[in-house]
Every structure is written in structure tokens, then in C-alpha cells.
């Protein structure tokens, strides 16, 4: 059976939101994060652990994994077109990472209402265990992704 057609413009608008962020977020290309899939309110973000991202301690810097984490919430949040930002996000560091490992951050939407929403990041590696837990608030500001054609 075919989506409705509502559910088939929301995807093609998430995408084409997304892919719109992407290219102008030069913070996550930098990390070499790769936006694999993207729905309305849900965004999966890949990214290699290199060796710049390694912290004294021979493992991936903190900060490195929540960037992950953040910039999957950004992608899922801003699927709706509507330029939004995070006003609250906290982690929580469950395994080490290491130089090589292949991180996968999920985001899916919970609630959204109003100009806010509420979000979870799910950071796991290669072999699909969980490395991290997020929780992010969004807030909607003015403005949209794409400009009216």
C-alpha cells in the first residue's frame, strides 16, 4: 500500500530540510557526520571517531560524542521547516569510545507542542551498544529552513 500523500510531503519536506541544514552546518561536516535517514521528527547521524577526537585518556572526548547527539536532535527537530534551536540538552556517558569506532546518534521526537519540543538521542557504535543517552528541549524561533519558492 502507497503513503498518504500528507505522510509522503512531510517525508520529501523533512529531507529537503535536512539536506538544506546540512549544508550549511559546517560544525557537523567538519566532524565528518553523515545525515543517513531523516523523517518528521526522527534523524539517524553517522560519524568515525578519528584520531583528533581522542581525548588524554585515548578515548573519544565527551564533548565529541554530545556534538553527535546535538547535531541528530538539530536534524530531527528542524524537519518540520521550522527554524529551532536547543534550549536545554543533558547526556549521559554510558561506555568509552574509542579512535575507529563508528557512532550512530538517533533522534526521535516525544512531545511537540507550542514553539517547544522534547527530544531523545540514542548514541550507540558498530556493534549497537548504547554509549550515550540524551535528552534535548527545542525551541522554534523565527524563520524557516527553506524560503518560500
Same mark, same amino acid.
Given at each position: 500500500?502507497?503513503?498518504?500523500?500528507?505522510?509522503?510531503?512531510?517525508?520529501?519536506?523533512a529531507?529537503r530540510? =535536512?539536506? @538544506?541544514?546540512?549544508a550549511?552546518?559546517? !560544525?557537523?561536516?567538519?566532524l $565528518?557526520?553523515? #545525515?543517513? %535517514?531523516? &523523517?518528521?521528527?526522527?534523524?539517524?547521524?553517522?560519524?568515525?571517531v578519528?584520531?583528533?577526537?581522542?581525548n588524554?585518556?585515548?578515548?573519544?572526548?565527551?564533548?565529541?560524542?554530545?556534538?553527535?547527539?546535538?547535531?541528530?536532535?538539530?536534524?530531527?527537530?528542524?524537519?518540520?521547516?521550522?527554524?529551532?534551536? =536547543?534550549? @536545554?540538552?543533558?547526556?549521559?556517558?554510558? !561506555?568509552?569510545?574509542?579512535? $575507529?569506532?563508528? #557512532?550512530? %546518534?538517533? &533522534?526521535?521526537?516525544?512531545?511537540?507542542g507550542?514553539?517547544?519540543?522534547?527530544?531523545?538521542m540514542?548514541?550507540?557504535?558498530?556493534?549497537?551498544?548504547r554509549?550515550?543517552?540524551?535528552?534535548?528541549?527545542?525551541?522554534r524561533i523565527?524563520?524557516?529552513?527553506?524560503?518560500?519558492?
Open positions: 500500500m502507497d503513503e498518504p500523500p500528507a505522510a509522503s510531503a512531510a517525508q520529501a519536506l529531507e530540510a =535536512a539536506g @538544506a541544514l546540512l550549511r552546518d559546517r !560544525a557537523s561536516q567538519a $565528518g557526520m553523515r #545525515l543517513a %535517514a531523516v &523523517a518528521p521528527g526522527w534523524a539517524r547521524v553517522l560519524m568515525r578519528r584520531g583528533d577526537m581522542v588524554g585518556h585515548g578515548l573519544c572526548h565527551g564533548g565529541i560524542v554530545f556534538a553527535l547527539a546535538d547535531s541528530a536532535f538539530a536534524f530531527a527537530c528542524n524537519s518540520y521547516n521550522d527554524c529551532t534551536v =536547543a534550549a @536545554a540538552v543533558s547526556i549521559d556517558y554510558l !561506555a568509552p569510545v574509542r579512535e $575507529g569506532d563508528e #557512532l550512530t %546518534a538517533e &533522534a526521535s521526537e516525544l512531545w511537540r507550542g514553539r517547544g519540543g522534547l527530544y531523545e540514542v548514541v550507540s557504535n558498530q556493534r549497537g551498544e554509549i550515550a543517552l540524551a535528552r534535548g528541549r527545542s525551541q523565527a524563520g524557516q529552513i527553506l524560503k518560500a519558492e
